[in-house]
């Protein structure tokens, strides 16, 4: 069965740190490439940042560059999210999802992971 | 970047048709035939509904179809059925510097 499954959500303070992972399962890893897409509550879907296949290419979000950093490892079939300087309004569901089958759209989300960031 | 605007709400009795539009710019909708659609059912994750614009991956009911015209893309599924009540969203390409845009997302209520 293909999957993703995210961990690493959490509370943490303003200014904090915290690192996500997913894993994957099921197909290819290395061949797909892979994003992180968020939902704070009762709001709407954000793109957050992606990853090429190989890591050679690497995008983020206005909102989250300088301070998130992606990145995977092919080995272990799993993408990370780093995130740093954490503020409120990064409070949010987390996903990833996978882009590759079908041009330009993620096919295949995770569950989430919920992050909160508050004092 | 600015997210692509969707109507807010949308609703429809059983075995009607709907339309979500979904309005963006020469910069996204308008220069890539890469807008995907996405039905999100409470507390689940996304499910991909159409990709290219108006294609549709293997498993979605034929009942769901896209199109685009200019800047603006739009959702139709016909013979609305009470299990298709869910929130709705758009997505484009939006080139190296964005990368991908959401849409605000709709509300599709089933009467």
């Known amino acids: 069965e293909v999957q993703l499954v995210e961990s690493g959500g959490g509370l943490v303070k303003p200014g904090g740190s915290l690192r996500l992972s997913c894993a994957a399962s099921g197909f290819t890893f290395s061949s797909y490439s892979m994003n992180w897409v968020r939902q704070a509550p009762g709001k709407g879907l954000e793109w957050v940042s992606s990853i090429s296949s190989s890591s050679s290419y690497i995008y983020y979000a206005d909102s989250v560059k300088g301070r998130f950093t992606i990145s995977r490892d092919n080995a272990k079939n799993s993408l990370y999210l780093q995130m740093n300087s954490l503020r409120a309004e990064d409070t949010a569901v987390y996903y990833c999802?996978?882009?590759?089958?079908?041009?330009?759209?993620?096919?295949?989300w995770g569950q989430g992971t919920m992050v909160t960031v508050s004092s | 970047q600015s997210a692509l605007t969707q109507p807010a709400s949308v609703s429809g009795s059983p075995g009607q048709s709907i339309t979500i539009s979904c309005t963006g710019t020469s910069s996204d909708v308008g220069s890539y035939n890469l807008v995907s659609w996405y039905q999100q059912h409470p507390g689940k994750a996304p499910k991909l509904m159409i990709y290219?614009?108006?294609k549709r991956p293997s498993g979605v009911s034929n009942r769901f179809s896209g199109s685009k015209s200019g800047n603006t893309a739009s959702l139709t599924i016909s013979g609305l059925q009470a299990e298709d009540e869910a929130d709705y969203y758009c997505c484009s390409y939006a080139g190296s510097s964005t990368f991908y845009v959401f849409g605000t997302g709709t509300k599709v209520t089933v009467l």
């Open positions: 999802a996978r882009v590759g089958r079908y041009l330009g759209a993620f096919d295949i």
């Open positions: 290219e614009g108006s």
